[in-house]
């Protein structure tokens, strides 16, 4: 505007013919030129500054970062951000370009500054010149393109010098410690993670750590009204768990029998007595024992999980929707739920040595399990020359209060043999109350099985399993019965079994097929069974298909098929359908409806309708659960055509105490007998590791661990972990960037902890609170040229004992800086050795610096030194050695 004034201003002299107009104008036209130049180069001037940013790419973390900035604009070097996403780029030799891949080989790109384009999959992208700017060999892009071209989507916030980076692809650098990850994850199965600090189990004289409860309330119009309660106690006693289930039924006496409790003292470390166990126990006998067993029982056999070598495919069959869970040795190994039809199907892990194989099944309301299941694996294998014994005796509470007792070992000939016998005892036996018996197991190739057993007077065992490459199974099952044994309740003569199982994967469907049939051999009769079942998905939809066939001697043959179908409705509605039909009859004899429906996961809405057409019978079944946070709420009525209905009301929860933390807390989980981790962060001011008196909670601690629930309190900065497996290893990896201060550092970054049954492991963190110490290192020319700073001078830090506590280089600018110093009285000085070959003196020789106690941490800067050269020319003088130091 003023250049148009100052020209109309000329037009008017010019024309008016006035002297001293056209001068003036003139002037006036050449300050305007000047000041327009003089702004073109103050613009130029500041029209990109050097930056150094806080670069966050997501699921990788943050690093400090040199940037151009202009205006509010802002140009990431190409060089830094791809060096730190671990993307291959190589700089041409005429320094005008950048070439690589990104990601994949095949996806080649160049940043060509000559043409002002980037190529990337064969596509061109123009840029302006003033996009892509090089200085001192370095490619600074504006940030946009870095998502127009990359897809690195990048937010720059300019109050904080922040720049935030995103991609819906996994980068390199992010692959990478996904599969480090991965190899630590392995480790961990394997027992191979290294930890910096370990916390053994403890072993309290007495502790109450955990109750469950629940209350079941039934009226039925065919039956008599009943209520069922149920309490279990975990603790400690004596240094073992303590479990104990109190059972009351209002239909039966409350007495001894239905009663559970238990003692386990467990000592991994022993390898000659590594559990006791006494109460109601378990042990896998020959004899048919019905009832409830109560003595002691004494084994070698470590609770934590070991080395497998193969897998024993297992299948049967709950109520439809029902959860299962798989337990080794009372470590939970994997759980499933039981499709349309009830079938269920486990890669039970084979493990060396004797293992106790548990089932835990929940029905679908989530209550507390109906029932468990021990069943026995037929393959018992150790390694080589390693012994395991048992030995159990007891009182059966059959009636007669019989007494049984059983001693076994095995021994490993070799990792491909194991032999075991024993002697088992049983009073009630009226033939012959001692049973020795010899087995054996050998593993002809790695999945080729073959397990042997024979028990005196009893019977005589073959097992053969063959798992194919394509993980088609075989399984052969032979057993012989001695005439007239009355250890085995039932009076059979011969059980054949034989099975094959068959994975069928396609595009969009998974199914897994098996056909088995037995046959049982009585004395006067034949029983022949077989089973057809078909269950998986086909494009998302559940399908079912099993097929029973029962064959007698004495009666006609029975087949029917049981077909389901599941699948997902808008609105999260669960279709379920069931129906069974009979062969013999032609019809179909019952049909089965159900729609289910999560609410924000803590609701459960059930309804189904139920008809069975050979007696007539209609049923509508509703069903409702509620989770609260301190328990869990069943409701179901169920109404018949016949005037018949049944209702059910049902809740349950468990309580957790630590009378450590004074911490109490109510939840809708069972979690007696399980085991959790208390992790108290502190601010350890004087860095010593210890919680001094007054030293305050450190709160912002992140972690991970390889199991459990994790639960953050940011009331009082303690991190709490449920649901562990106890006298099992786990890892705990705290994360150094959780805090808001640099000087919050963590020494032990991985933990292992052993859980403690029934109880809160509790373990403090120690967070040094660090001093930083920097300065500068200034070069002085004897030429009488301007200071200059000098790089890679070795920087040592003595403590009040002159010992050598830390050292630290200078950069290229002379400036160094240390951040790790507990509080405390140092001395910093240059490396006199390096200043000796050098041929440098510096000034002052030292300086003294004290870091002092400071919930933040504290800084002291302007430890300043200058350097005096003998050498005439310092600028040929060579970058200085520093002794093979680093920074530490």
Not at 464 to 489: C, E, L, W
Not at 662 to 683: D, E, K, M, Q
Not at 827 to 833: E, F, H, N, Y
Request: with cysteine.
């Amino acid at each position: 505007m003023a250049y148009k004034i100052v020209v109309s201003f000329i037009k008017h002299s010019v024309r008016t013919m006035k002297i001293s107009y056209l001068v003036a104008a003139i002037c006036l036209l050449l300050c305007v030129l000047l000041s327009r130049v003089g702004y073109a180069q103050k613009d130029d001037a500041r029209a990109e500054e050097e930056i150094t940013v806080t670069l966050e790419v997501k699921g990788l973390g943050v690093e400090e970062a040199p940037a151009l900035i202009r205006d509010k604009e802002i140009f990431l070097s190409v060089n830094n951000l791809f060096d730190f996403l671990k993307v291959k780029y190589v700089p041409s030799t005429a320094f005008d370009s950048v070439n690589g891949f990104y990601i994949n080989e095949q996806d080649v790109y160049v940043i060509d500054k000559a043409n002002n384009r980037i190529v990337f999959k064969n596509k061109i992208f123009p840029l302006q010149p003033d996009d892509l700017l090089v200085v001192d060999g370095v490619y600074y892009l504006d940030l946009k393109y870095f998502k127009t071209v990359f897809g690195l989507d990048g937010v720059f916030n300019f109050r904080r010098l922040w720049v935030s980076i995103t991609s819906n692809t996994e980068l390199p650098a992010i692959r990478e410690a996904r599969l480090e990850l991965m190899r630590k994850n392995v480790s961990r199965l394997k027992g191979e993670l290294k930890a910096d600090t370990t916390i053994k189990r403890e072993y309290p004289v007495f502790h109450l750590g955990a109750a469950d409860w629940a209350v079941y309330s039934t009226q039925q119009s065919l039956a008599a009204s009943d209520t069922r309660a149920t309490l279990g106690l975990g603790g400690m006693i004596a240094g073992g768990e303590a479990n104990a289930s109190l059972s009351y039924y209002s239909g039966q006496q409350f007495t001894e029998k239905q009663q559970f409790y238990q003692w386990r003292f467990v000592n991994n470390d022993n390898p000659v007595v590594r559990q006791v166990v006494a109460g109601k126990i378990f042990t896998q006998s020959i004899s048919s024992l019905y009832a409830p067993l109560v003595g002691v029982q004494v084994n070698n056999t470590p609770t934590i999980q070991r080395h497998g070598y193969g897998t024993y495919t297992m299948s049967n069959t709950t109520e439809p929707g029902w959860i299962v869970e798989l337990y080794i040795n009372e470590v939970l190994i994997d759980y499933k739920k039981a499709d349309a039809s009830g079938f269920y199907t486990f890669d039970v892990p084979l493990i060396y040595g004797y293992s106790v194989v548990k089932l835990r099944f929940y029905g679908p309301y989530g209550e507390e399990p109906t029932s468990q299941q021990y069943i026995s694996i037929p393959f018992n294998f150790l390694p080589a020359h390693e012994f395991e014994y048992s030995a159990t005796g007891g009182i059966v509470e059959d009636g007669l209060n019989s007494k049984y007792s059983r001693v076994s070992g095995n021994y490993g000939l070799s990792n491909h043999i194991t032999v075991g016998g024993g002697m088992e005892y049983l009073s009630s036996i009226t033939s012959s109350p001692e049973i020795p018996f010899l087995k054996a197991s050998a593993r002809l190739t790695t999945n080729f099985l073959v397990s042997g057993e024979y028990a005196y007077n009893v019977r005589s065992r073959g097992i053969i399993s063959y798992r194919m490459p394509s993980n088609v199974q075989f399984d052969i099952d032979y057993t012989k019965y001695a005439k007239g044994q009355t250890a085995i309740f039932y009076n059979y003569l011969e059980e054949k079994r034989a099975s094959v199982t068959v994975p069928i994967r396609m595009p969009g469907a998974s199914v897994f097929s098996r056909i088995a049939i037995d046959q049982i051999t009585l004395p006067t009769s034949k029983y022949t069974n077989a089973e057809l079942a078909f269950s998986g998905s086909v494009h998302r939809v559940g399908l079912n298909l099993t097929s029973y066939a029962s064959v007698s001697s004495a009666s006609d043959a029975f087949v029917y098929s049981i077909f389901s179908v599941s699948f997902m409705l808008p609105k999260k509605i669960f279709f379920t359908s069931q129906a069974q039909y009979n062969y013999k009859q032609t019809r179909v004899d019952f049909m089965k409806v159900t729609l289910e429906r999560n609410f924000i996961g803590k609701s459960f809405l059930n309804l189904s309708y139920q008809e069975y057409f050979a007696s007539n019978n209609r049923n509508l079944l509703i069903g409702f659960r509620y989770d609260l946070s301190f328990a869990r709420i069943n409701l179901s009525a169920l109404q018949g055509n016949k005037n018949t209905y049944s209702r059910v009301e049902s809740a349950s929860g468990s309580f957790l105490i630590d009378g450590k933390t004074n911490y109490i807390n109510a939840n809708n989980r069972s979690n007696v007998g399980r085991g959790g981790i208390v992790v108290r962060p502190f601010l350890d001011l004087n860095c010593n590791g210890i919680w001094d008196k007054g030293e305050p909670k450190a709160p912002g601690l992140k972690l991970r661990i390889n199991g459990g629930r994790t639960s953050y309190d940011t009331r009082d900065t303690t991190v709490r972990i449920f649901d562990l497996e106890p006298y099992n290893n786990y890892y705990i990896e705290l994360d150094r960037n959780s805090f808001d201060y640099v000087s919050w550092q963590i020494k032990n970054k991985t933990i292992k902890v052993t859980i403690t049954p029934n109880n809160f492991t509790e373990v403090q963190v120690a967070v040094s609170v660090y001093g930083e110490a920097s300065g500068t290192v200034t070069l002085i020319d004897k030429n009488g040229k301007k200071p200059k700073g000098q790089g890679r001078i070795v920087v040592n830090i003595y403590n009040d004992k002159s010992e050598l506590v830390a050292h630290t280089l200078t950069e290229s600018d002379g400036f160094f800086n240390y951040l790790g110093l507990a509080p405390g009285a140092y001395t910093a000085q240059l490396d006199s050795v390096q200043l000796h070959k050098l041929h440098m003196t510096a000034t002052p020789l030292s300086i003294p610096l004290n870091v002092r106690f400071m919930k933040e941490g504290d800084y002291v800067d302007n430890l300043d030194f200058k350097l005096n050269s003998d050498i005439a020319d310092n600028s040929k003088q060579k970058a200085p050695e520093t002794n093979g130091a680093k920074e530490k």
